[in-house]
Structures are given as C-alpha cells and as structure tokens.
C-alpha cells in the first residue's frame, strides 16, 4: 500500500531531521498563540473559537460599524471564515473555491487562485456548494476543492507547490471540509453520505502532499487502522478493547463498502496526547431497513493518533442511525470540572441533539445531555452502555419504510449541524448555535447506483411545536453537568459559526443575515444587517492595533429565486442537487465579507 | 384647541410610523437588489422604490427581514431549505411576503 510506502519515507525523514522536524514540525500553532492572528479555521488546534482580543467589549461592543467589506463575486453557500496571518488575509469561496490573499493594509488583492474544476461536480454535492475555507501553515495554503482535490499554494505568490486527488466525484465523492494543518500533516476528510461513498480520513505531508495514512470509517480493521486489541471503546460502563472486525460484524454482506460515515465537520488536535480527533457521518441509506445492525463506525467520534492514523478510541453516538444524525460537527477539546473533578475534556454537540463530554485521554463518557429539551428521538443516553435508549414510536425503522414517521426532534437537520460552537475558558461556557426543527420522516427502499443520490427518504420539516415559533435557539451550556444555562431564541436555525472573546462579548449570525453581539448572559448588546443569511463563522484579529470581527454572509438565496426557480413543493430539492443555474442573471452582489471595528478615535 | 392639533398630528404620523422603520440601507439594497433582476434600466430606479415604499407601508421592519428572508430562502438546496418550503411558520411568512410583494409590484407598473 502506498500508504505504508510513504510511512516509510517520513520516518527516514524524521531520522535525519528528527531535532528541527520536531521543534519546528509547523508554525501554525505558535502563530494561534497570538491573538493578533486567526491562524485557523477555528482559531486554534483546540476548536475553542474563544480569542484573547478585548479592545471589542460588552460595553462598546453597541458602537461597532463597517470598516471595510469585500465582495467574492461568488453566490451560493459562504461557510467557514477569514484566516489571518499577520497583515494577511486569507478568504475563500465556495464552488469555484477561489482564494484570495488581501493585504490588510489597504484590502488590495494580493493574489487570487481559482482552480479549474469540472462543474460536473455540483450535481453530486447534496447540500450546496460550500467550501468551510482554507488552512495555513510554514508559508503555505491549504485548499480543499469540491472536487477533492488537496492543494498548497505558496501564501506570498498564490502559486501551486503541490496537489493531491483525495476522492472521485464520480462516485458522488466531494470535499467540503477545510484542511486541518496539525504538526507537520494536512489532514482532510470526504463528503458524499447521500451517495453511499466509503468514509475516511488522510493525512498528508504539509510539505510534499505525500500521503501519510488513510484510515477508513468502515470495514475491515486494517483498512481502518483499528487494533482489535488497544483500540478502545466505552463498553459496560468502562474502556475495553474493540474486538476484531468491530465493524464488518455489524453490517449485513459487504454493505460497509457504501456504508458513508463520511468525515466533513471540524477535527481538534491535542498535541500533549498526539490525538486527533473528528467525527464521522451517517451510514448510507437514509433508509434503516435496508442496513441492519449497529453500522460501526458511522456516527461515531475517533481519537487517533496523528503520527500513525491509529484509533486509540472510538465512541459510536448513534448506533444504527434511522435518522441522518450525522457525527462530524466539531470536537471541542477543553478542560473543564466535571463532578467537581478537572477533566481533560472533549466536548461535542452532535447532530442528534445530545452534547456529550467524554475524557479525551481515555474516551470515557462522563456526560451525555439534551441540548434542546425537544430532543423526543431518545429517551436518555445510557451511561453504562453508552447507547441511546430510542423511542420506538420515533424509530423509523420499526416504523418501517413507506410509513411516515411523524414528529421527530430534532428533524435531519440536527439540533445542530456543522456550524461550531465556541468555549470560552474565562466563563467555562460553551455558546452554541442550534436548530429548533422537528421533522415526520418516511423511508423508502432504494437501489445504490454511483454517482446517484443514495437517500431513500422524504422528508417534511417544521418549527418544534409547543415552543416559542422560532426554528432557532443561541445557547450557553454547561459540559460538566450537561445543562442548558442559558438560551436565546431565534425565528430561524442559527447556521452561523460563533466566537467568544476576553472583551466578554459572544458573536453569531442568522439566516435574516444580522451579525450580532451578545454578553455572557445571552443579552443582546448589538445587531447589524449584512447584506445575505449568514452560514459561516465569526472570527477576529488585531491589525495595527486595533481589534476587527468578520463574517462572510452569503447563502445563496436571492430575493424572487425561490418563485423563479419554482421551489414552492415542499420535499424538493432535497438530498438532491441545489441547483438554480440562472442565479447569475439576478444579482452581481455575491457573498460578502464584512468587517467590524469599533469607531475611529 | 391644542388637544385636536396634537391629535391631528398623531393621525397624520401613524400611517407614517411604518414608513419610517425601515433603515435606508435596506431600501437602497431593495432597490439596487431589483434593478438588477431588470436588467438595470433606469425606469425600475423608480418602479423598484415606489415597491419598498409600498411594503413599508403594510409591514414593520422586523416582519418585513423575516418574511422575505422566508422568501429568499425557499431557493436554498437540499435539507437546508426545507425549513422554509415545507409546511409551517418559514412558509407561511414566505407566502404572506410573496403576495405583499406582487400586489406592491402591480400598483407599482411592475410585470
């Protein structure tokens, strides 16, 4: 295998360089130390989205205003953020996945890359066209493109050093996810559960794009870099070993070979374990029926280590999924008290509408609450198992296929999707952007072809009855006894990515496209209208010292699309391809970045 | 005397109180928003502000972000945009705007 190939390689490599390799392994985790930067998508390894910035506090943080805008004359879906690096700015597009690198000085453009890439791929992307943005490290870009090609770009010149294929479209295989630069890897994941692809993960060399490992969601251990007997899991209400074939034994004949768990969500890395960490999608079809058994390792959170791919632990949220629940939203890693104890913490809100704290060192469970007390799907977890105790009159596979299962919360959308959370170590609180949407779901047999949707569902959704209306909630939480602190209601899904900050002001956008700003009790201190929803992620940096907050907005929608384009039947459109090819002649506007300072002095 | 003066300018001001909510940015953008959608003629300079105008009148501002939000939205791809389209508060408020819409555009002289 060329992996075990180019494992052999990198260890030479180490040999000879073995002191600088490892002081200098990359520069993107010192360059997250200061805060002047937002070096990665997340801030910094550990996911927190918290900066140490406070020129912006709760008190002044009413003044803010536009201080300069930048258009990526691209529609469609804005997710992920401006990474800065100094007096750079690095901000992407979706589909064609531009990269422009503005000089902060003046926003001019320093350079722009805009691969080229067959369109063909948007018919096989389920959810939009996104990109969730690019990662830096030692002078490079990183770029994931749609069509899953990996790229690295010289950051001064915008130049091509290197790129790597890491999936086929053809076989409904994209990427939307970033590239997660960790020590000397780039690592990246594949989209496409909608057409019954093969989850994984690679980790390549930043400085080469040699593939280092790639580790499988699904199948026969050795594909998955799992060892039957160290690979961990939460069993009985403690860690124990795997087992051989851990996850060809819970899938009827060869059906992992499609089983999805796909890897497109937000991994952490903690370099004191040398663990990474991610999640996986759900399994192939959106019909339970057809896929009996647990379906491991779908739905299920991996730590592994970064040198040698290898699970060190695995912890499957939704066995079985009858839901799409998917588990790829982001790993929070995060100390915090748990019963009254300090726990090396991982912190994640999975799609299902369960946060759970589990020790990152180890994996045992420690805490799994609902984050919205409509969560109906599952009674509780289980902590002496780990698993879900499912609600039979919400079990879409007990239900069975062309039965429409009604009133399930949260709807497929989860109580949250791949928008991450922020923690802020100065409350402990973890904010949290989530949907308050309940669905009737109705399975349908279906044949797998490749490169075709592989769903088998229709779906209705619908704002959680008996509630306040609204199809959104921004909540604190508390990880270490599971409970919401405190929660703000919102009339659509909060889609957008948050940050919290030392100024003690916690930033979001919603879909009607406000930017807002509010203090540690949830209090809304500032609100400002961009020009589109927001769906990607607040960030902020410090140039010449002063302090700004960006968020591109951008979702695509225009005013009259939605007549024009006819979508007014509910259930179209989804799982399926977005496409309203005329968008173009109805605006030039594009997303927007849009950027925040407080006024001039 | 003084009474149905202060009256009188309460009358006056009501129907304005609407009129008035909305931020100028938001009616600029309307207005630019839906020159575009015609080819940027000069003639919708006029017939796309006397539109905003319009929905000004019936709705406050906070109906008007979240209803043709509602609206814009339907168009989103896959799962994301069922929110808006399936049954429920998204599409009821994206019906009421769409109606609201057209009847403005038709006292308005737009096709």
């Not at chain 1, 990109?131 to 010149?157: E, M, N």
């Not at chain 1, 402990?428 to 669905?439: A, D, K, Q």
């Not at chain 1, 209705?460 to 009855?465: D, G, V």
Request: aromatic residues 10%; glycine residues 10%.
């Amino acid at each position: 295998m060329s992996s075990g190939l180019s494992l052999k390689h990198w260890q030479r490599c180490m040999i000879v360089l073995a002191l600088p390799t490892l002081a200098f392994a990359s520069d993107v985790e010192q360059l997250t130390k200061n805060p002047k930067n937002w070096a990665m998508q997340a801030g910094g390894m550990a996911n927190q989205r918290y900066s140490e910035l406070k020129e912006i506090n709760k008190d002044n943080a009413k003044t803010l205003q536009v201080a300069w805008t930048f258009s990526t004359g691209v529609l469609r879906g804005h997710e992920g953020g401006p990474l800065v690096v100094g007096d750079t700015m690095f901000v992407h597009s979706p589909f064609p996945n531009q990269v422009y690198a503005l000089n902060l000085e003046d926003q001019s453009i320093r350079w722009k890359y805009e691969p080229k890439q067959d369109p063909a791929v948007i018919a096989v992307m389920c959810c939009d066209t996104v990109s969730r943005g690019v990662a830096y490290s030692d002078g490079k870009v990183f770029l994931q493109q749609a069509d899953t090609t990996l790229v690295a770009l010289d950051a001064k010149t915008g130049k091509e050093l290197w790129k790597v294929v890491t999936g086929d479209p053809k076989k409904g295989e994209t990427a939307t996810n970033t590239p997660h630069v960790f020590k000397d890897k780039v690592i990246t994941g594949i989209s496409g559960g909608e057409f019954g692809v093969r989850g994984r993960i690679t980790a390549y060399d930043m400085n080469t794009g040699k593939q280092v490992w790639k580790a499988f969601s699904t199948g026969p251990d050795e594909d998955m870099l799992m060892n039957p007997a160290t690979t961990m899991t939460w069993t009985d209400g403690k860690m124990a070993p795997v087992g051989k074939d851990s996850s060809l034994k819970t899938w009827k004949g060869d059906q992992w070979k499609i089983g999805g768990g796909t890897t497109w969500g937000w991994y952490s890395y903690d370099p004191q374990t040398n663990l990474m960490y991610y999640g996986t999608g759900n399994p192939s079809t959106w019909n339970p029926r057809q896929r009996p058994g647990d379906n491991k390792w779908s739905m299920t959170i991996f730590a592994r280590n970064l040198d040698t791919g290898e699970a060190k632990w695995v912890y499957q949220m939704t066995p079985h999924d009858e839901w799409d629940y998917d588990g790829v939203n982001e790993m929070i890693l995060a100390d915090i008290k748990v019963k009254g104890q300090t726990r090396k913490a991982l912190v994640h809100f999975d799609r299902n509408g369960f946060g759970y704290t589990l020790d990152r060192v180890t994996g045992d469970l420690l805490v799994a609450q609902k984050y919205d007390p409509v969560v109906n799907w599952a009674s509780h977890v289980d902590m002496k198992s780990g698993r879900p105790i499912v609600n039979a009159k919400y079990s879409t596979d007990k239900n069975g296929p062309d039965v429409n299962s009604k009133g399930i919360c949260p709807s497929a959308l989860g109580s949250k999707d791949q928008q991450p959370a922020s923690y802020s170590p100065k409350t402990g609180l973890f904010y949290v952007p989530t949907n308050h949407v309940c669905m009737d779901y109705e399975p349908f047999a279906i044949e797998y072809t490749a490169g075709q949707p592989y769903v088998g569902s229709t779906l209705s959704m619908y704002p959680a009855p008996e509630s306040h209306g609204g199809m959104g909630n921004f909540i604190a939480w508390d990880a270490g006894t599971g409970k919401v602190v405190w929660s703000k209601p919102e009339k659509f899904s909060v889609w957008s990515g948050a940050l919290s900050t030392a100024g003690d002001v916690v930033f979001y956008g919603t879909l009607e496209g406000y930017i807002k700003a509010v203090d540690n009790n949830g209090k809304e201190l500032w609100k400002f209208k961009t020009p589109s929803g927001i769906i990607g992620n607040v960030n902020t940096w410090e140039y010449k010292g002063h302090q700004y907050i960006g968020v591109l907005s951008g979702i695509g929608g225009w005013a009259g699309i939605g007549l024009a384009a006819g979508l007014d039947k509910p259930n179209e459109g989804l799982g399926a391809v977005g496409g309203y090819k005329d968008l173009a002649k109805y605006t030039n506007l594009g997303g927007t970045l849009t950027v925040f300072a407080l006024p001039p002095k | 005397m003084k009474m149905h003066g202060l009256a009188l300018l309460l009358a006056a001001s009501m129907p304005m109180a609407h009129a008035h909510d909305f931020p100028t940015a938001d009616r600029v953008e309307y207005v630019l928003e839906c020159m575009v959608e015609h080819q940027s003629k000069q003639e919708y300079l006029y017939k796309c502000s006397c539109t905003i105008d319009q929905i000004a009148q019936e709705m406050n501002y906070d109906e008007f972000v979240e209803s043709s939000t509602a609206l814009r939205h339907q168009g989103l791809s896959g799962p994301r945009g069922a929110e808006f389209r399936d049954a429920g508060a998204g599409k009821a408020m994206a019906t009421k705007y769409k109606a609201l819409q057209d009847k403005a555009r038709k006292a308005c002289y737009m096709q």
